[in-house]
């Protein structure tokens, strides 16, 4: 059957499996049955994109400047705008001309960014469970995987020393997610200033995803890794407008951080890709600093469907720690589940759709992750139609 043809190239081949695909099976098998399916299993926000975005894209559309070819590493006024974000919410100075570089999504800067660093042989360290490109990006580029585990008695940090030091010896990156999908943890000023120590004795590059920096609660704002003294000498920091500006489908995130890992990433995507639509840079530059009251809106409307979900599922006898931030929930299946067999009752029985935590690793194991992607009303719902099940 093998056909030369049509042969895929080797390095597709040590792609892990994507163990999503028989429950997305499962839940269109429901959906075409005719069940009312409660999605609460993908990461995309419901709400639309705020109208001053929208404006301004309206706008920049009509320039026929914008219609060209963009500059590779992001509009001098789209920088601008990431640093003087930064500035204001983070109190981080950044240079725009070296040390911020715009992205098509931050999954195309950190799928690309071990091709720039990582050399066939090289370790990256990953967390695990994760936001799977980490994995992906390094395996693409011949790298090495090596996998920590994200415990909850260890608050979902990777315990950085635990790492054999034959591993840091060849590790080339360090990939963390803070806040953390799907775990939901935040992390402490402390475990980032570890991680600048570890980072400069070992010499290994940090590449931290930022993308739920602004999906908090309580107003307990979650930190930059920037913010830390010494932490622009190694490593960058992924921000994307996605998740903050509901903005999932125009493509555009950006990557600040050290001059020289920037360079790297820089002259890996000058030769792949060729910048963001400028109309879309005019837009990205109008969510960050236009009116930010949406954003507000967002965390408001978030925290009530937190609290709507958990007390509902406190009913149905079901508990996880609280998230301080992300859309999502870590839950622990109840006795006698695995993720995967809880996902398939809570589907098959209740027709609410969320994730197995083993799909994100091995470490996620006895989780699923719920997502707060839908009214709290349809939040509610859920919960009730769990608990008649359980
Ligand atoms: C959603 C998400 C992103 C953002 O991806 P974009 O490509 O910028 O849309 C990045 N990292 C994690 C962990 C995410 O969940």
């Known amino acids: 059957m093998a056909n030369r043809q049509f042969q895929m190239a080797k390095r597709l081949e040590v792609l892990p ?3 999503f695909a028989e429950l997305d099976r499962l839940k269109q098998a429901e959906i075409a049955k005719g069940v009312d399916v409660i999605p609460l299993g993908v990461g995309d926000p419901d709400q639309p994109t705020p109208n001053n975005i929208l404006g301004a894209m309206h706008r920049a559309i009509d320039r026929p400047q914008n219609h060209q070819y963009p500059s590779y590493e992001g509009m001098p006024s789209f920088r601008e ?5 930064y500035a204001r919410r983070f109190n981080v100075t950044l240079d725009p001309a070296t040390e911020i570089l715009s992205l098509i999504g931050s999954k195309e800067g950190i799928g690309h960014i071990p091709f720039a660093f990582v050399n066939p042989g090289d370790v990256v360290l990953v967390p695990e469970p994760g936001y799977p490109v980490y994995e992906i990006g390094t395996l693409l580029a011949g790298g090495e995987p090596y996998r920590m585990p ?5 608050g979902f ?3 950085l020393d635990n790492i054999p030091p034959e591993i840091t010896a060849r590790a080339r990156l360090l990939f963390l997610n803070y806040p953390n999908n799907p775990t939901a943890a935040v992390a402490s000023r402390a475990f980032f200033e ?3 120590h570890f980072a400069r004795e070992k010499e290994i590059i940090v590449c931290h995803d930022a993308a739920y920096t602004e999906m908090y609660y309580d107003g307990k704002k979650p930190l930059s890794f920037l913010e830390v003294d010494g932490a622009l000498e190694v490593g960058v920091e992924f921000h994307s407008l996605s998740k903050t500006y509901n903005m999932t489908g ?3 995130a950006f990557v600040s951080g050290a001059a020289p890992v920037i360079a790297g990433l820089g002259k890996i995507k000058t030769n792949l890709d060729s910048g963001i ?3 879309i840079q005019e837009a990205g530059i109008e969510a960050l600093e236009g009116d930010q009251s949406a954003v507000e809106e967002m965390r408001v409307l978030y925290q009530e469907r937190r609290d ?4 509902g599922l406190k009913k149905a006898g079901l508990v996880c720690d609280p998230p301080e931030a992300t859309f999502y929930l870590w839950l622990p299946v109840p006795a006698g589940y695995s993720s995967t067999s809880f996902t398939k009752l809570l589907l098959e029985k209740a027709g609410v759709a969320v994730t197995p935590g083993n799909g994100f690793g091995i470490s996620g194991e006895g989780y699923v992750r719920f997502a707060l992607t839908v009214s709290k009303e349809r939040l509610a719902e859920a919960a009730e139609r769990i608990r008649k099940i359980l």
């Open 194 to 196: 570890k991680v600048v």
């Open 250 to 252: 125009w493509r555009v």
């Open 157 to 159: 940090l990777p315990d």
């Open 150 to 154: 994200l415990l909850r008695e260890n």
């Open 277 to 279: 639509f400028q109309a």
């Open 308 to 311: 709507t979900l958990l007390a």
């Open 81 to 85: 705008a990431v640093a003087n974000w």
């Open 17 to 19: 499996p994507y163990l």
